[in-house]
C-alpha cells in the first residue's frame, strides 16, 4: 500500500513560477521511477517529465527548456520545478511513483496521486 500526495499547484501568472511537490508513504521495498502528467480541460493526459532512481530524466518536448524534475530518495519525493509559465500548461498536474514490494509485481507497480491543480492566467 502506497500513498501519493501532491502540493504545490496554484494561480500564476504567464512567466511566472511553480514548484510542485510529491511525496510517497507507506508500504514498499523501494520506489524506481517517478513522474508528472497533466491533464488540460477537453485533452488526454499526457507525460510531463520522469525520473528513475538513479537521476536520469526524461521531458515532453514542449517543457524541456522550462521544466526541471528531481527527487529526493530519503525523502521519498519528486518535485517538478516550473518557470516561464505558458497559458497552455494549465491543467490538472498528477504523480505517478513505481514502487516495489514483496507482495507486488516484480518491477514494481505504479501508484497515482489525486492530482493539483495549476492555472496560468495570460
Known amino acids: 500500500q502506497v500513498n501519493v500526495v501532491e502540493s504545490g499547484g496554484g494561480l500564476v501568472q504567464a512567466g511566472g513560477s511553480l514548484r510542485l511537490s510529491c511525496a510517497a508513504s507507506?508500504?514498499?521495498?523501494?520506489?524506481?521511477?517517478m513522474g508528472w502528467h497533466r491533464q488540460a480541460p477537453g485533452k488526454q493526459r499526457e507525460l510531463v517529465a520522469t525520473i528513475a532512481s538513479a537521476g536520469i530524466t526524461n521531458y515532453a518536448d514542449s517543457v524541456k527548456a522550462r521544466f526541471t524534475i528531481s527527487r529526493d530518495n530519503a525523502k521519498n519525493t519528486v518535485y517538478l520545478q516550473m518557470s516561464s509559465l505558458k497559458p497552455e500548461d494549465t491543467g490538472v498536474y498528477y504523480c505517478s511513483v513505481v514502487a516495489a514490494s514483496s507482495a507486488g509485481w516484480p518491477g514494481g507497480t505504479a501508484y497515482w496521486g489525486q492530482g493539483t491543480q495549476v492555472t496560468v492566467s495570460s
Open positions: 507507506g508500504r514498499f521495498l523501494s520506489i524506481n521511477d
